[in-house]
């Protein structure tokens, strides 16, 4: 069975600092892999996607992430924490089975403080 | 390109009762699946719809319902509601086949209160 795991609810950073965020996934099959944002009161815009290509995916707003397979991770950086990146992060890895469902980790969220 | 809407906003029911949510899908997209978020958690699948017909669900009950319709808007309804419905529900829209197969698009969503 599929499964995502992110490791840490909340995650405090400095603006400037490096951010990372954390996620393991399970899978029986080469996976699809997604990082999503969310921020309050508001739906999920998708920051970046795995999809067996190249194993470093760059997305938006100065993210990027690194598909591990021998570690089974997908954690997401940025070089340098802006106040406007405090949001609700999610993992997700994409079962396709006929069609395609996402199954997300339970988030992290980061704060960012001066 | 008009995005994934999504109505009402807000939407406060009794236990008991029924609601309808909807969701218009991205320009060019015929797949919608639905999201139930639970405060403080991530998404979990309710189910899909492509052609107007379902193709795929998750772990809901059957008083979970959709509807798919020719211009692939889409409609979500709970019978019986009970409090644990209470959350997020979004809906994702995505173009079948093709590169962009596996990106889904998600809408603000509706917040659903039963009390």
């Known amino acids: 069975a599929q499964s995502v795991t992110q490791l840490g609810s909340h995650v405090s950073v400095s603006e400037g600092a490096l951010v990372l965020l954390r996620c393991n996934y399970s899978?029986?099959?080469?996976?699809?892999l997604f990082w999503y944002v969310q921020y309050p009161n508001q739906g999920l815009q998708l920051l970046l996607k795995?999809?067996?290509?190249?194993?470093l995916v760059k997305g938006i707003n100065g993210f990027e992430a690194e598909f591990k397979k021998s570690e089974t991770s997908f954690h997401l950086t940025k070089p340098s924490a802006h106040m406007s990146d405090a949001a609700e992060y999610f993992c997700a890895v994409m079962f396709s089975g006929g069609y395609n469902k996402l199954i997300f980790g339970a988030g992290t969220r980061l704060a960012v403080h001066p | 390109e008009t995005g994934v809407t999504q109505s009402p906003t807000h939407l406060i029911k009794t236990r008991g009762q029924q609601v309808t949510l909807r969701c218009s899908s991205q320009s060019g997209h015929n797949t919608v699946s639905w999201y139930q978020q639970a405060l403080g958690q991530g998404p979990q699948f309710i189910f899909q719809y492509y052609r107007e017909e379902e193709n795929g669900r998750g772990n809901f009950p059957p008083r979970f319902s959709g509807l798919q319709f020719p211009n692939y808007s889409s409609e979500l309804n709970v019978n019986a509601l009970e409090l644990d419905d209470s959350a997020l529900y979004l809906c994702?829209?995505?173009?079948?086949?093709?590169?962009?197969?596996?990106?889904?698009?998600f809408g603000p969503g509706t917040r659903l209160t039963v009390t």
């Open positions: 994702a829209s995505t173009s079948s086949g093709g590169a962009r197969s596996y990106e889904q698009y």
């Open positions: 795995y999809t067996s290509a190249a194993t």
């Open positions: 899978s029986s099959v080469p996976p699809y």
